[in-house]
């Protein structure tokens, strides 16, 4: 398998930078292409459950070209945030061209930076690192790289996750809970650990220097762009991370881990993340969608996820999963009679 597949979500950036330099209703493009063409072809696309033999992941875990578009993302989240950022200095957008160029701008960092900063900060190696938090400073979730690695992977599919969706919740209930739920655990999880050593309120705490480092880069853009510029980019933050909460919302709605007989919960399997095999959206996400295995396996990188058999699936693609959670009782019409055939056989199995 070649690494120039995972070339594709580069397309993502060059319809972003057209559509912004097109201005007007050009702008959007993007979202219309995710939310609106990207659902309906992967609705009639089957999945491909193909997995890598072991030599072709030995040769994956080799080849530094599946490190190398990863981090090549930096400059094309960075290009596409600049653009915006100028464009909406001089004036160019207004209206619903600027809707659309702040939505524009939220897939972007979303999909290429967000979603990347989270195959990276996977990773042990101290470059991987940086390149993960330089990556989520766009949606000023920085505290993302704490909570996802010593906090929801803990805690997925329980009650305890604010990250872990739960089944007959609203995704704007959801939002809510997850976004400060996620940042209050971040912060606990953080100052727990600086406690050891002495006081919280010290720079090892990683907390304190994301909140300096994002507020320097909000004041940067101000004092560069000016403030009209940087209220947009607080915008584009927002689109940003609420996406990546939506997908959290998808790929663990209603899924939860029995407790043992001491009242701990059992590990995480692939059956507690729903799982897609839809080619495109593989492709364009990183494998982001084969969620079941990266929960199983949290240290095994992208290129070499792997289908379950036993891992359940969703019915279409994350970008249409996430349209259809706009809705809410559609939402729960596709999905709670999925989660109740999943209960049925491990109540059997507990009886």
Known sequence: MSPLRY?????????????????????????????GLLPLIELFTPGNTR???????????????????LFGTIPALYGVLGLFLWSVSTGAFHGLSLAGAVLTTGVITGALGINVAHELGHRPGPWHQRAAKALLLPSLYMHFFIEHNRGHHLRAATEEDPASSRR????????ARTVLGGWRSAWQI??????????????????LRFALIQTA??????AVFGPLAMGLFLATAVAGFLQLETVNYVEHYGLRRARNEQGRYGRVLPRHSWNSNHSLGRVLLFELT????????PMRPYPILRHFDDA????????????????????????????????????????
């Open 51 to 69: 997995n890598l033999d072991a030599d072709g992941e030995r040769a994956a875990l080799a080849h530094r070209g599946f490190d190398a578009v």
């Open 7 to 35: 070339l594709t979500p580069y397309a993502l950036a060059l319809v972003a930078v057209a559509s912004l330099l097109a201005g007007g209703l050009w702008t959007w493009t993007l979202p219309l292409a995710v939310y």
């Open 168 to 175: 007959g919740e609203w995704l704007y209930t959801f939002w």
């Open 190 to 207: 953080e100052a727990r650990r600086v406690a050891r050593a002495g006081s919280i309120w010290t720079l090892r705490n990683e907390m």
């Open 312 to 351: 359940p699936q969703l019915p279409t693609g994350y970008p249409g999963m996430i349209v259809l959670s706009f809705f809410p009782p559609l939402f729960f019409a596709v999905m709670d009679r999925r989660v109740d055939a999943l209960e049925q056989p491990a109540a059997q199995s507990a009886a």
């Open 290 to 297: 084969r969620h079941s295995d990266h929960h199983a396996h």
């Open 217 to 222: 880069f909000i004041g940067g853009i101000a």
